[in-house]
């Protein structure tokens, strides 16, 4: 997942049903995320935990926020376009 704009910061908030992020002044700008970087990083994995990664590529795909399925190395080289 690529949050990398403001846009798409609320769009990512709309996607994890979490719309109470977005006033949040912990998480108000991009200096503001990274600063608060591991609470972020605890809500996001919590929130991950709760369904399989395919529910949050439709999620993200739905509203525009880039992402992609992380792979191990086995999975990886499994890919058609690594053979």
Do not use: T, Y
């Amino acid at each position: 997942m690529a949050v990398a704009s403001e846009k798409l910061w609320q769009a990512l908030c709309v996607a994890l049903q979490h719309p109470e992020w977005q006033g949040d002044p912990r998480f108000a700008q991009n200096a503001d995320r990274v600063r608060h970087r591991d609470l972020l990083c605890g809500l996001l994995a919590a929130q991950f935990a709760n369904a399989p990664v395919q529910h949050w590529l439709d999620r993200f795909d739905a509203v525009g926020v880039p992402a992609a399925r992380v792979n191990g190395v086995a999975a990886a080289i499994a890919q058609p376009i690594a053979k």
